[in-house]
């Protein structure tokens, strides 16, 4: 814990200057790109509202941030299908230099969505609903398993969308709240690309969602594998009851978290020699590898004494282990500390600051370990702050998200080139003693006192043995230097 303050009450370091808000980085735009812009932001919060998306919230200022790019790219992967725009729209991965040339293009495609999604809704008051006949059935045309099947896509489409109002019970009884969902999904989530108007009315009654239950969850499904999940299937349905039963809650997912996960993970991989989960990466984005390495942890690794049949069904998706995510990190934890490891704590610092950041404050701070450091508080390309830490005596540095664990990284770095310095008759502890895995970076953090301890009790040792050249307890006791370091006058003493 560092023992400073000034980057603000979370902080522990100590500065002499303070630091200012960083600016946001933003497209600079003419006053007829502003006018498109604003138009694209404006649709954007149309849509958000049609589609009842907290994601596409943006403000209507003309500024092209982040957020405004993000939202595009969530609107047009999530909301917009290939029927209602061109593949290279839907990417997932528009820059913001793409965005800002082709805002009138994109702004006009989500208007062209908003009004597609307000006449679908508006049609069956002009008297001219789409024909239905065809759909109309009796409750006992459907079984239990269609209905479950139907109620199992929903969920899952709710999943890939991020849309709360899929979210429904599995339990083969097809009620109000399905029925709403259905009418959900095919009005706001499936377009006319991906299913006929019949469906789309927002209007279908029991006894139609009935009728056709089986085209309706094909469609969902397709639609599903569209935006690139997989498909549901009746595993999904019974990890979802699976789920219900387990006292754990979900909680939000933050880098942090991720990272705790991954690196659980990699460390369990480490003990058992698991390639699949060695080869996942700590960078706190959770994708289909990270999912792919939670199934096999959870199926090869952790028996039914580790961890809950929920957990072990080998079907776990990206939105259970998104969410739950905490909860898999600390059970895997708890596997490797009672298979004598060490959970491993996933390392969010790097040395270097990305290319291309500017400085927008610099300070000097203490760590509680005496060592003094120069901070530097910098906004990366993308618009994210970071701090960049360097050790003086060294030139050593160390850069992360916060001052602390900049200063912390920093000092480790200089600690480990100090120690590096030490003549090879005055060797550390053998590091493979413990069992570990070794790796300079952990042994240094964990040592890194003592070893400068040693360091100045060398130092000491060794200007009393040139102090005192006829003692020869003084010359048992401690290494003479190289010669090369010995001053002239203290040779000829020699």
């Known amino acids: 814990m560092l023992t400073t303050t000034g980057f603000g009450a979370s902080s522990g370091l100590i500065f002499t200057e303070g630091f200012g808000a960083a600016k946001k980085t933003t497209v600079k735009t003419t006053s007829a790109s502003k006018a498109n812009v604003k138009r694209l932001q404006a649709a954007l919060v149309a849509l958000g509202k049609a589609a009842g998306s907290s994601k596409l919230t943006v403000a209507v200022d003309g500024a092209l941030g982040a957020k405004t790019v993000a939202a595009v790219n969530w609107a047009f992967t999530q909301h917009i299908g290939s029927g209602q725009a061109a593949a290279q729209y839907r990417t997932g991965s528009l820059s913001q230099a793409f965005v800002a040339a082709n805002a009138a293009t994109l702004a006009g495609l989500i208007e062209a969505e908003v009004k597609r999604r307000a006449s679908a809704k508006a049609a069956p008051a002009t008297g001219k609903a789409a ?28 999943k890939v969308t991020g849309s709360s109002k899929l979210t429904v019970s599995i339990d ?41 239950i089986n085209t309706l969850s094909s469609l969902i499904e397709t639609e599903i594998k569209r935006r690139g ?5 009746a595993s999904v349905a019974k990890q979802a009851e699976l ?6 809650a979900p909680t939000p997912i ?27 990466k700590v960078d706190g984005a959770i994708g289909a590898k990270t999912v792919a390495g939670v199934n096999w942890a959870f199926t090869k690794h952790l028996g039914p004494g580790q961890a809950d049949a929920a957990w072990r069904t080998g079907n776990l998706d990206l939105a259970t282990v998104k969410s739950y995510a905490g909860e898999l990190a600390r059970l895997i934890e708890v596997e490797i500390n009672r298979r004598g490891g060490t959970p491993a704590v996933a390392k969010t610092a790097t040395k270097k600051a990305p290319s291309g950041s500017k400085t927008v404050a610099t300070a000097t701070g203490r760590t509680s370990g005496g060592t003094t450091v120069q901070v530097k508080k910098v906004v990366e390309p993308s618009g ?43 060797t550390a502890p053998d590091e493979d003693s413990s069992g570990g895995d070794g790796g300079g970076a952990d042994f240094f953090s964990q040592y890194k006192w003592p070893l400068l301890g040693g360091i100045a009790v060398l130092g000491l ?34």
């Open 254 to 280: 933050t880098k942090e978290i991720a990272k705790r996960l991954q690196g659980a993970l990699v460390n369990l991989g480490k003990i058992t020699g698991s390639a699949t989960l060695k080869a996942i």
């Open 243 to 248: 789920i219900k039963g387990i006292k754990a």
């Open 229 to 233: 999940s997989a498909a549901p299937s």
């Open 131 to 158: 024909p239905a006949t065809a759909m109309v059935a009796t409750a006992s045309s459907a079984s239990k398993a269609d209905v479950k099947r139907l109620q199992t896509a929903l969920v899952t489409l709710g």
């Open 172 to 212: 083969g009884a097809i009620g109000p709240k399905t029925i709403a969902a259905v009418n959900w999904a095919f009005t706001n989530h499936v377009g006319s690309g991906q299913a006929p108007a019949q469906y789309r009315t927002g209007k279908l009654t029991q006894a139609q969602v009935l009728g056709s």
């Open 461 to 494: 040792g060794a200007a009393l043995l040139m102090r005192r050249k006829g003692s020869s307890t003084s010359q048992a006791s401690y290494p003479a230097l190289p010669a090369r370091t010995r001053a002239p006058s203290q040779r000829r003493a020699a």
């Open 384 to 426: 994210e702050e970071g701090y960049e830490a360097t050790e003086p005596s060294t030139g050593k540095s160390g850069y992360a998200k916060t001052p602390d664990a900049a200063a912390s990284t920093a000092e480790d770095e200089a600690v480990a080139a100090t120690v590096a310095k030490i003549p090879s008759t005055a």
